[in-house]
């Protein structure tokens, strides 16, 4: 029975998607992406098929799609840039939904909104369906830089360890009665985040200390 496992983008499963190798599926999504990308804006038929493409991964992998559409909500400050820019932009104005707006900042809100949900979907079809040092692994059979795929496995190990770090920070101001209700409340929680930054960084130089105690040259001794 499916669920989540290990990371919290990862749904453990056992589907053909899941059991795909993983320098395969980078690959996949990287061609899905440029795909995208050169899509003209205005082609939205063609969109509809790359969103039918890309459900139809989605439906194979197994994973449910409320557990994608949870995690879409990384995707907020494209849609509200999205749905800006037909008030902004300059050009010829038209009429949309009894609002006069700009009709080529109207085309290029609707494809950065189609590119931006389709490049998050896809990007979190791979995350849901792959191990992160399957993920690891499938970049470093692609020939990217060691030193790139390590940094990348620290950034995955230690995030859980930073943000576990922030939840005790805000634990913490609760307990003396602080709430984050107004912007008067900004410099209170800038300085928290200033010093989650340095004991991050702290944390990362004893870290690489320990390494190259233990024999690290650039590459983990076995």
């Known amino acids: 029975m499916g669920g989540p496992h290990g990371h919290q983008l990862h749904f453990h499963g056992h589907s053909r998607v899941h059991r795909a ?12 992406m440029l795909v995208v990308v050169a899509t ?45 820019l037909p008030f902004v932009a300059t050009g010829p104005r038209t009429e949309f939904l009894g609002l006069t707006v700009s009709e080529s900042g109207l085309h290029a809100g609707a494809a950065l909104l189609a590119k931006a949900t389709l490049g998050v979907l896809a990007s979190l079809t791979l995350a849901a369906t792959t191990e992160p040092q399957d993920l690891l692994a499938g970049l470093a059979r692609l020939r990217m830089p060691v030193l790139l795929v390590q940094i990348m496995g620290f950034m995955v190990r230690y995030l859980e360890v930073v943000t576990d770090e922030l939840r005790r920070m805000r634990i913490a101001r609760e307990s003396r009665g602080f709430t984050a209700r107004n912007p008067r409340h900004w410099p209170v929680l800038a300085r928290s985040f200033g010093a989650l930054f340095i004991r991050s960084f702290e944390r990362g130089e004893r870290v690489h200390l320990a390494m190259l105690s233990r024999g690290y040259t650039g590459k983990m001794p076995t």
Not at 21 to 32: G, N, Q, R, V
Not at 51 to 62: E, F, G, Q
Request: aromatic letters at 14%.
């Open 21 to 32: 190798p993983a320098h395969l599926k980078i690959l996949a999504l990287l061609a899905f």
């Open 40 to 84: 003209p804006r205005g082609w939205y038929p063609l969109y509809g098929g790359h969103l039918a493409a890309l459900v139809t991964v989605v439906l194979l992998s197994r994973v449910p799609p409320v557990y994608l559409l949870k995690r879409m909500v990384v995707e907020v400050p494209f849609v509200f840039f999205a749905i800006l």
